[in-house]
């Protein structure tokens, strides 16, 4: 009884393996490869519920299209910076942030913002560094869209 136990879960298994392969294909298949820029200059909300939001979006794009397939810069200016401030103390954030980078999202944070507000990006922001500094947050929006980014703010 077990053996035919193992046996039903092995091919239930292998049946939902095929089946979400076939709808990856799909997928990719429909959607091919993608530049997409998201946009970021919104505070977080009550509980970071909007950049919680914004999280979802990206993740669930990523996920629809296949990571391999995606090309994804985030763009943190203004009051979208709380973001990477808030991740320094919000465990959760921080998972989701790093979550985020694990799938090569590349998180672009205006200078602008930081000279302006006096951060540092080394101690007031999470996981910043000086590769992630764009001059213009406003300026790499059009720059990255000239480059065939699509624009999106969730």
């Known amino acids: 009884m077990k053996h035919l136990i193992a ?4 091919l239930t298994l ?19 490869k993608q530049k997409v820029v998201y946009h970021i200059n919104y505070d977080g909300g009550q509980d970071d519920k909007k950049y919680r939001g914004a999280r979802r979006n990206i993740q669930n794009h990523s996920n629809a ?6 090309d994804i810069k985030v763009v943190l ?29 590349a998180m672009h944070v205006c200078n602008n913002t930081l000279k302006g507000r006096k951060i540092s990006y080394e101690n007031d922001l999470f996981d910043v560094f000086a590769e992630d500094i764009v001059p213009s947050g406003v300026a ?14 969730p």
Do not use: D, P
Not at 7 to 10: C, D, G
Not at 16 to 29: G, H, K, R, T, Y
Not at 140 to 153: A, D, N, V
């Open 77 to 105: 200016h203004g009051n979208g910076l709380g973001l990477l401030s808030q991740a320094k103390t919000n465990e959760a954030l921080r998972g989701q942030v790093l979550e985020l980078k694990g799938q090569n999202v």
């Open 65 to 70: 299209v296949g990571a391999e397939n995606m």
């Open 140 to 153: 790499e929006l059009s720059h990255l869209q000239l480059q065939g980014y699509t624009y999106i703010k």
């Open 7 to 10: 046996l039903a879960t092995a």
């Open 14 to 32: 292998a049946a939902a393996s095929v089946l979400f392969s076939a709808a990856n294909a799909e997928a990719n298949e429909r959607y091919g």
